[in-house]
């Protein structure tokens, strides 16, 4: 195997830097303070043929440019908005991410939080390791999940996985997206509010770009309603945050599970103060086993190029 | 008792609109709200006017006992219904011995108890209750992502009892990956599941482990130190039967040593006390009982002990009878 001169981006994944550091000529770009970054990859700028980066840090027009030796992008997430695609377009360089190896897990968890969203485990667990149960007596009811309207944004591997798992709880399942699919068991909406209006569970689980930036805004949050509840495992873009926020705390909306958030790491005090969301730290692909296969998944694009192959995930 | 008058029940079971939901119906003899001693008040079912009750439905949470002296002091009683699936409160040898027939509340509950012991498997397994304690703490931004849990596809799930809520879960993980086994009293042929006739063979080949059966004398401690060896240091332990199916000391001991990975646990042998090493653990998630306890399932519970006791005083059989 050829050197290849690989730059990534963040730590990430212990696994990944370990195999990206043994088959490849790895620079890391956090070896370098952040204010001296740029002067990094000035120094660097000639070998730097692949740049490694993850959902959140994605590589912008300025990181692209500063790299005329680049080649391929590779993004150890699924999500690429991140990633300016028109400039790798224009610039002839590749970008693979890392779909299917994840999906189970986003969809685990994404049922995982809109069961524990209705049923309130966090909470009551909270409440049993706080003494309550002693001092104050049983947890208040809270609502069946079996049975409910789960409506999804997005019937891609993510949506029909979530689907899946929704039909073993005999839920409705309902979905918009831009094309109707006519599936045999799932209801098409054509537009996001009315699939809001008629759900009971809103699962966030389509891809982020212009079209769906903010596609849950307060019309959508109204529509789902006091009762409803939302789960984000897309993107915090997807979602009008101050007004989540804000219908949460009027009891516009009935709760959330989020996995995502507009700025992560940072979560909205507002949120935090609220007993009726679930709030996760971006952890939908969060397995051990599913967080191996996509640093698989990178290091086999890397490699496919390399060896002048089609390469195993491109998005670009 | 004349024509056209409501039948007359005994009611023990604390909860307002229970009682409310079944007044419209019947001529209701509440205990809870009588303000009598639980003598007196029998006492003066059995003597009530225009007849006494031939009907008792009797909450299974607390310390009453339909036992000999319960059915001697109100005779006239020819039905007793429990609120729950379980009947350990009420003595079905004298009930027998008095032709009393007696309805359990079916599968009112099963549903909710499935969904939420699958609840509890993810979030152990994916470490829900933790991240989201971690996240409440402001340590994401100062600590980065919380540790990577494991995934649901393909672990082998040990179901302990296939009743209706052994099903119910077992149908809700499947369309999650896992692959199902189970033990029961006996094998059930209607199902394609691996069958284990022994806890500590289900056990060794399991990844999780969901107690799932009623609490009687083969099943108490049935989950004891040899079956968490047997489940080992990555298994996973899921408890929405009873506490004592569960050898709780046997499970701390286990969680403290590592023998076991996590567990999820909704019922106790001593509730409302849970054991103090737990409450430090974060891979475990503690639940106060309240699998069952959705407003759905209420709901439920009343609709079909109104279809119990209408059946019963029109002369039908039960619908859901533990006797005959």
């Known amino acids: ?316 | 008792m004349a024509l056209g008058e409501p039948p007359s029940l005994i009611i023990i079971c604390p909860g307002a609109s229970f009682a409310a939901a079944l007044r419209q119906r019947f001529h209701v003899l509440d205990f809870f709200s009588s303000g009598q001693s639980p003598e007196a008040f029998l006492a003066a079912a059995a003597a009530a006017v225009p007849g006494p009750p031939r009907a008792a439905v009797v909450w299974a949470g607390g310390p009453f006992r339909v036992d000999a002296a319960f059915l001697d002091a109100v005779p006239s009683l020819r039905c007793v219904i429990s609120t729950a699936a379980g009947v350990d409160h009420i003595d079905l040898h004298e009930c027998a011995r008095r032709g009393v027939v007696v309805a359990n509340s079916g599968n009112v509950y099963s549903t909710d108890v499935a969904d939420h012991a699958v609840g509890m498997l993810v979030d152990v397994l994916r470490r829900v209750s933790a991240a989201e304690r971690f996240v409440r703490h402001g340590l994401w931004p100062v600590q980065g992502g919380y540790p990577l849990g494991s995934k649901l596809g393909g672990k082998r799930v040990g179901i302990i009892g296939l009743g209706n809520i052994g099903s119910l879960i077992a149908k809700r993980l499947q369309a999650f990956g896992c692959v199902i086994y189970y033990n029961s009293r006996t094998s059930k042929d209607s199902v394609s599941y691996k069958y284990f006739p022994n806890v500590l063979d289900l056990a060794s080949e399991s990844d999780v482990l969901i107690v799932a059966c009623t609490l009687n004398k083969e099943t108490r401690h049935i989950v004891n130190k040899q079956v968490l060896e047997a489940l080992g240091k990555d298994g996973v332990v899921i408890n929405v039967g009873r506490g004592a199916n569960v050898d709780e000391v046997d499970l701390v001991h286990a969680l403290q040593e590592g023998k076991i990975a996590g567990a999820g646990l909704d019922v106790f042998q001593n509730e409302p006390k849970v054991p103090a090493q737990l409450l430090a653990m974060d891979n475990v998630v503690l639940t106060p009982h309240v699998a069952a306890q959705t407003s759905e399932s209420r709901s439920d519970l009343c609709d079909h002990t109104i279809r119990n006791l209408e059946a019963f005083f029109a002369g039908k059989p039960l619908l859901t009878p533990v006797l005959p």
């Open chain 1, 1 to 316: 195997m050829e050197s290849l001169g690989v730059l990534m981006l963040d730590p990430m994944d212990d696994y990944l830097k370990q195999e990206l550091g043994r088959r490849f000529q790895l620079l890391r770009l956090w070896d370098a303070p952040p204010d001296r970054h740029d002067d990094f990859l000035r120094a660097n700028a000639e070998s730097i043929r692949a740049v490694v980066t993850g959902g959140g840090s994605g590589a912008d027009a300025a990181l692209i440019d500063a790299l005329p030796g680049l080649e391929i992008i590779a993004s150890y997430s699924v999500g690429v908005d991140r990633v300016d695609l028109p400039r790798c377009r224009e610039r002839g360089i590749r970008v693979t991410n890392t779909p299917g190896v994840l999906t189970d897990d986003v969809a685990d968890l994404a049922v995982g939080l809109a069961i524990a969203a209705l049923r309130r485990i966090p909470q009551a667990d909270r409440y049993l390791r706080a003494g309550q149960w002693k001092d104050n007596g049983d947890y208040p009811l809270t609502t069946r999940f079996s049975g409910k309207r789960v409506g999804i944004i997005g019937l891609g591997r993510i949506g029909l996985a979530i689907a899946k798992r929704g039909e073993g709880f005999d839920c409705p399942v309902s979905y918009y997206q831009r094309r109707d699919l006519a599936h045999a068991n799932y209801t098409y909406y054509p537009t996001v509010v009315e699939l809001a209006r008629n759900s009971d569970v809103l699962v966030v689980a389509c891809s982020l770009n212009e079209q769906s930036r903010r596609i849950v805004d307060r019309e959508v949050i109204e529509a789902l309603g006091p009762r409803g509840v939302l789960v984000n495992i897309g993107r915090g873009g997807h979602v009008d945050e101050p007004e989540l926020v804000s219908a949460l705390v009027d009891g516009r909306l009935g709760g959330a599970g989020l996995d995502v958030y507009a700025d992560e790491p940072d979560v909205p005090e507002a949120l935090m103060a609220l007993d009726n969301v679930v709030l996760a730290p971006h952890m939908g692909s969060g397995s051990l086993e599913t967080r191996t296969a996509m640093a698989d998944l990178v290091l086999g694009n890397l490699e496919a190029h390399v060896l002048k192959k089609p390469l195993l995930t491109p998005v670009v």
